[in-house]
């Protein structure tokens, strides 16, 4: 990264007492903090009943809730607290903000709101000359469609050049999926197979046992396609599937994924089925009539000399058999079999685990003791991890802090991803009922080609059911 990129100097959240900031952002700064990664004022910005101490028990309530309290990484996150209340809407809590900032010139902001207050937030440091040389982090989903996302991006760019939006991604700061990009480029065996002369289709599946969990009301906004096949899955694709950059530079790889971006070819409506859970419509928050999916299976394809005419198959769901993530890449058989030929679906793979255990591994035949030339199918195991060392949300605001937007995602790349999605949203396809505890709708099978079928996840650890 340049040397002219500097790194922020005060960090500011909005919404702090709201339930993000609890799970994941009060957690993730402790952890910063105990890494000796994060010396400067925290200031959580909401309207709310409590005051500093207030916001001092919060956050130790959810850091001994979500990772465990560190008594000395704490006390400094507690030291360097500092709390604006008020109304977002208010220009006296933009005036009290700027007197907490104080010499600060380059903060970096958060805001763990819904976006229709992105305006008046971003409005209100314009109001007080806070928003020169700062950055802002906004969460997913950007947008409900391509048009709202380029209307967000519109309202941020009002106060904030594009270099300084950092759209925020939780899964992109996974340790798996961090893996699965480097095992693309730094093995020289991948790159003569990877294309669409040696590989048959590619199988992406993101299963949940849970079913909404409580979320219903947030859920009936989204479904299963808003929720995680256009922004998680979809990037999972791009990572599959983007060209090395040419240079190894940050920008480079962000260039290559927007170019992966834009050569996935919109949806049909034939290339989707969607499915809810039998008992949805009976949660919270849920209408009782309710088309929203809870199941989504789609058929992608890229217009690309290395991808045409390759199928990506994508699954997403809730109440399936298990929680797994988990992409097949299955290659196509010999061109001359000389010994016993297994069905194209039974050819050579890699598959990578992203959770909840993470493996790579490779789908390969073996000779069959005996006087025969048959074999049977094995899987070699190529690596094996517990866990991640670092959570998502650690790295990613460690990365928005020194200014690496790398792992962000770009205004071109969410537009783009909402381009492949927008044929299909809302009603544009039937709606099938499944029972919870199965890998979704029969009719998921009407989008595979005809030597193709489903591949599920094995289970390696028991969740919680689905209620």
Request: aromatic share 10%; glycine share 8%; proline share 7%.
């Amino acid at each position: 990264m340049p040397s002219t990129v500097q790194s922020s100097d005060a960090f500011v959240f909005f919404g702090a007492t709201g339930d993000l900031a609890y799970k994941q952002i009060f957690p993730a700064l402790q952890r910063l903090i105990r890494g000796g990664h994060f010396e400067m004022p925290i200031i959580g910005v909401a309207k709310s009943a409590l005051d500093l101490d207030g916001l001092r028990a919060r956050a130790r309530e959810s850091v001994a809730a979500h990772g465990g309290l560190d008594a000395r990484a704490f006390a400094a996150l507690s030291a360097h607290l500092h709390f604006v209340n008020g109304d977002y809407r208010d220009p006296g809590t933009f005036r009290q903000l700027h007197a907490a900032l104080g010499r600060a010139s380059r903060p970096l902001y958060y805001f763990a709101i819904p976006p229709e207050l992105f305006a008046t937030v971003a409005d209100g440091l314009v109001g007080v000359d806070r928003h020169h040389g700062a950055r802002v982090v906004v969460e997913k989903p950007f947008g409900r469609d391509c048009s709202s996302a380029q209307a967000l991006n519109r309202t941020l760019h009002r106060s904030f050049p594009e270099s300084a939006i950092f759209r925020i991604d939780h899964y992109l700061g996974k340790e798996p999926v961090q893996n699965l990009l480097y095992f693309r480029f730094a093995n020289a065996f991948l790159e003569p197979i990877w294309n669409r002369q040696h590989v048959h289709s590619v199988q992406v599946t993101m299963a949940e046992e849970i079913g909404v969990h409580g979320r219903g009301r947030f859920y009936e906004e989204v479904g299963a396609i808003r929720d995680v096949v256009q922004n998680h899955l979809l990037e999972v694709v791009a990572l599959l599937t983007m060209e090395a950059p040419p240079d190894g530079e940050r920008d480079g790889l962000r260039d290559e994924k927007e170019r992966a971006f834009r050569a996935m070819r919109p949806l049909a409506t034939t290339d989707v089925i969607r499915g809810q859970f039998r008992g949805y419509c009976r949660e919270e928050g849920v209408a009782p009539d309710s088309r929203v999916e809870t199941f989504a299976a789609v058929r992608l394809f890229l217009d690309t000399p290395r991808w045409t005419g390759v199928p990506f198959y994508i699954r997403a769901g809730k109440c399936l058999p298990l929680s797994a993530t988990e992409i097949r890449v299955l290659f196509k058989c010999p061109p001359h079999p000389v010994f016993d030929a297994p069905p194209a679906r039974e050819g050579n793979y890699v598959r990578f685990r992203l959770s909840p255990d993470i493996s790579i591994s490779l789908g390969a035949r073996v000779k069959r003791p005996g006087g025969t030339m048959a074999g049977d199918a094995v899987e070699l195991l190529v690596r094996q991890v517990a866990g991640d060392d670092m959570t998502p949300y650690e790295r990613l605001l460690g990365d928005a802090v020194r200014g690496d937007a790398t792992l962000f995602v770009r205004e071109a790349a969410v537009e783009a991803a909402w381009r492949v999605v927008d044929p299909v949203l809302g009603q544009a396809t039937p709606l099938h009922v499944y029972e919870p505890g199965t890998w979704g709708p029969l009719e998921a099978d009407q989008i595979m080609a005809a030597a193709d079928e489903w591949h599920n996840p094995a289970s390696v650890q028991k969740h919680a059911g689905c209620s």
